[in-house]
């Protein structure tokens, strides 16, 4: 969704939030691409890695609601490309979440900034 200042965004996604069967919320401005994906961890006590779920992994089935999505660094942006496009994450068996994402937008349009 996309509008100028003051005109409800936010209220309207605490909306969704309220009416959704199942919602998970966040913001841009503080959210990473591999805390909306998903991460893979190391055990300090074992040494075993683990997957740890993102938001938007979290929301399987449900709604991820992102306030403030212009305020979101472009690579974490990239990052959720695949999410919201393809509905899967992808993970490399490294040490860290990686993620490969392409868009196309209605009438081949691109805004750069959103």
């Known amino acids: 969704m996309v509008g100028d200042p003051s005109v409800a965004k936010s209220q309207f996604l605490r909306c969704v939030l309220g009416v959704a069967a199942y919602a998970v919320s966040t913001t841009g401005r503080g959210s990473s691409g591999v805390g909306l994906t998903a991460a893979v961890t190391t055990d300090h006590d074992n040494g075993e890695r ?13 709604v991820v609601c992102i306030d403030e999505f212009d305020k979101m660094n472009d690579a974490d942006r990239v990052a959720i490309h695949e999410v919201m496009e393809q ?15 392409s868009s196309h937008t209605s009438h081949d349009k691109h805004n750069h900034v959103m």
């Open 87 to 101: 509905q899967t994450v992808t993970i490399a068996k490294v040490t860290s979440c990686t993620s490969h994402a």
């Open 50 to 62: 683990k997957l740890e779920a993102g938001a938007m992994v979290l929301a399987d089935r449900g």
